[in-house]
């Protein structure tokens, strides 16, 4: 069965780096919210670049906004098995309009890919759009491979070029 993206794009007038992952995952999905997965790593690397609490959705939300972060991914449809939230597990993906997103929200100076897959997601469609890109690592917690403190330096390398934290 065919899932559809189902929550916007967290995005404000002044957002500079557009983060991508690739879908929503299941637990995602269910709290209506971008890495909403427990052991997903992303939200303890922002609360640690950004010296912030985030516990709650609401503190997310002001952290993105605070520090001109946007949220979104990069399929807006496909097809996966009932239960699976792999990104090995993708088909049939139909991806989001970002030429229309771009355009609507000119502040936007990088996107950061969370994996490969949200950047190949990207790339089927829009490689040509002339905008800074960055892949950085997934923080899903199937992306054992990486340690948190590596993943961490990654994104804090990212997070500082940009807003010269």
Not at 131 to 144: H, R
Not at 158 to 163: D, M
Request: charge should be positive.
């Amino acid at each position: 069965m065919t899932e559809h993206h189902t929550f916007e794009p967290l995005i404000f007038p002044d957002s500079k780096i557009l983060i991508l992952g690739s879908f929503p995952s299941i637990k995602s999905f269910q709290e209506g919210f971008y890495y909403a997965h427990p052991r997903n790593q992303f939200w303890p690397i922002l609360a640690n670049i950004f010296h912030e609490k985030i516990d709650t959705k609401e503190q997310k939300i002001a952290l993105c906004k605070k520090h001109h972060i946007a949220l979104f991914d990069s399929a807006k449809s496909l097809l996966r098995e009932k239960g699976n939230s792999s990104d090995t597990n993708l088909k049939n993906i139909e991806v989001n309009d970002f030429e229309k997103l771009l355009k609507e929200h000119p502040s936007i100076e990088l996107i950061a890919f969370t994996g490969k897959k949200a950047e190949q997601i990207f790339n089927t469609k829009y490689k040509h759009l002339a905008i800074k890109k960055v892949l950085l690592p997934s923080t899903s917690p199937a992306f054992a491979s990486m340690k948190f403190e590596e993943k961490l330096q990654r994104y804090r390398a990212v997070f500082q070029k940009v807003l010269s934290i």
